[in-house]
């Protein structure tokens, strides 16, 4: 049985805590929190064994890795206190915010023999293995719109005069960083890294984005990301190919698939059902990846991730 700390104390900690438990794999052993009421009542919540307010005492630990929830713009010291602690570590995106934090982490990572991996739960779901296998139905891809445009709880507080995490620039908030990274990594996934990159941000009064729209080139076709926190949308995400259209409900979670034949103009739909809770997917890899040390699909994670904070800190320079 595999033993995991946690750091965060948020709804989704608890939801990856509930996800990793589903896997019948692993133990929660304990809880760091800056607040000793706050991680008292976490870790009773949440069965976990002991809680702390020193992370330091927490990675004198022995336990097997560590799940990181904490605000972005803290990841990477937060990663390499525990990387240095031998401790694997799975982090939710975005894992680090520059392309040299994520070398830093991945060469002291291969130093220490653990292994990180960054949360990205839609790419791991049932769902969009059959998206993925789908694309070779449409023929040549000519365009996407693939977007997460969901209205923050925290946008009214935002408004109100106050400065959530998720709305500060000091916090590496921002809605490319929240929600823009989805259909980014999505796009690196499935294409690889783009010719070309366009950001196109709606500025909030403090500088963060609120919205906006970025654009990947590459050599034959054209993808459309739009992410928004301060507006909500009801259209699908689509993949436009010669032969025909690959549509999806959401980016997160994929429950609903569509293909489109242009030729017989008919339509087939091509989702199953799934966990509710999909986290359960991402936490069952990282997992096995652990257990077998699976070095190749490290390798693939770890380069997708980096891929992703090229184009991230592009479209940061160029907002």
């Excluded at 991945?106 to 023999?113: C, N, P, T, V």
Aim: aromatic share 10%.
């Amino acid at each position: 049985m595999i033993t995991f700390s946690t750091i965060g104390t948020s709804w989704i900690t608890e939801s990856f805590i509930q996800a990793a438990k589903q896997t019948g794999k692993v133990r929660l052993s304990s809880i760091y929190s800056r607040s000793e009421e706050t991680a008292r009542g976490f870790a009773s919540n949440n069965g976990a064994e002991r809680w702390y307010t020193d992370l330091d005492e927490m990675l004198k630990e022995d336990t097997d890795f560590v799940y990181l929830a904490s605000p972005n713009s803290v990841h990477f010291e937060q990663m390499i206190k525990v990387i240095k602690s031998k401790k694997h570590v799975f982090c939710e995106k975005p894992m680090v915010i520059s392309e040299e934090q994520w070398r830093a982490v991945s060469e002291l990572a291969k130093q220490e023999g653990v292994f990180v991996f960054e949360g990205y739960r839609h790419l791991y779901s049932p769902n969009y293995t059959v998206f993925k296998e789908s694309l070779a139905n449409i023929g040549q891809v000519r365009s996407a719109i693939l977007h997460y445009i969901q209205y923050s709880s925290r946008y009214d507080a935002f408004k109100a005069g106050k400065e959530p995490n998720v709305f500060s620039k000091e916090f590496a908030g921002g809605a490319l960083m929240d929600l823009g990274v989805y259909p980014l990594s999505m796009a690196v996934d499935l294409f690889g890294k783009p010719n070309r990159l366009e950001y196109f941000p709606v500025l909030l009064d403090n500088g963060a984005d609120g919205s906006g729209t970025l654009v990947l080139t590459y050599k034959d076709f054209v993808v459309t990301i739009l992410c928004s926190k301060i507006a909500d949308a009801t259209i699908p995400s689509e993949i436009h190919g010669e032969n025909g259209t690959i549509t999806i409900d959401h980016i997160a979670p994929i429950t609903k698939i569509t293909h489109y034949n242009r030729e017989t103009k008919q339509q087939h739909e091509l989702g199953k059902e799934q966990l509710e809770l999909d986290m359960v997917y991402e936490a069952d890899e990282f997992i096995r990846i652990i257990m077998e040390r699976d070095i190749h699909a490290y390798q693939y994670a770890m380069e997708r991730s980096r891929q992703v904070v090229q184009c991230l800190e592009m479209a940061q320079n160029k907002g």
